[in-house]
């Protein structure tokens, strides 16, 4: 079975901090996907990777920043958290040739206060 | 700008029954069309695939196209409690270029599925 494992099922950041959302997957998928859900908004996709170091910017990227320094391995970035950014944070991956099957890990549900 | 839309329900119908699903799109140029089911709590999960006008048929699920209209939907058959779920229409804008690319999701139909 594939696995995508997130870091954190539930996080509470300050304001202004740094935040780090990691996300691992084991079935050697090239694409990683971060998505973030919000009732009434659905799921919106922040930013993707389809290679190490390779990055694109979803629909929402503002505020976003992500890191592929290894294959299994997706980070999403908060810069400077804002209560904005409170929300259900979720992580995909996918195989090249069934990229839209995206296999999504947990969820990790982030509280800005 | 691209949009993907959905009724939010909840869509309530009795076991046995078949649940209708609908979402319509706003771009005409959109190739690819994916239903994902995401229970209460958990991830989305891909239940079905249809890119050609029509009808595409799995076990109990039957996926609807109509480019023309701009519309996909999802036909339950035979619904089941178990059934009941939040259903995500998803929309590729574009050619598949064979890498990554970019799916717009619908908001979600939550269906309710009534003993």
């Keep these: 079975d594939v696995k995508v494992t997130q870091s954190s099922r539930y996080l509470v950041k300050r304001t202004g901090e740094k935040v780090f959302l990691e996300c691992v997957q084991d079935m050697d998928h090239e694409n990683m996907f971060w998505y973030r859900q919000d009732p009434g908004l659905g799921l919106r996709l922040i930013y993707f990777s389809y290679d190490v170091k390779m990055k694109e910017k979803g629909d929402i990227p503002e505020g976003y920043s992500v890191s592929r320094e290894k294959k299994e391995r997706f980070s999403l970035i908060l810069e400077s958290a804002s209560t904005n950014q409170t929300s259900m944070y979720l992580c995909a991956s996918s195989e090249p040739r069934r990229w839209f099957e995206a296999f999504f890990g947990q969820g990790t549900r982030l509280t800005v206060v | ?115």
């Design chain 2, 1 to 115: 700008q691209k949009e993907v839309e959905q009724n939010s329900g909840p869509l309530s119908v009795p076991e046995g029954a078949i649940a209708s699903l609908n979402c319509t799109y706003s771009d005409r140029g959109s190739q690819s069309f994916f239903w994902y089911r995401q229970y209460s709590g958990k991830s989305p999960e891909l239940i079905m695939s249809i890119y050609s006008n029509g009808d595409k048929e799995d076990g109990r699920f039957t996926a609807q196209l109509n480019k023309a209209s701009q519309y996909v939907s999802l036909l339950i058959r035979d619904s089941q409690p178990s059934d009941s779920a939040t259903y995500l229409c998803a929309v590729m804008w574009g050619l598949n270029t064979g890498t990554a690319s970019k799916l717009t999701f619908g908001t979600g139909t939550r269906l309710q599925v009534t003993l």
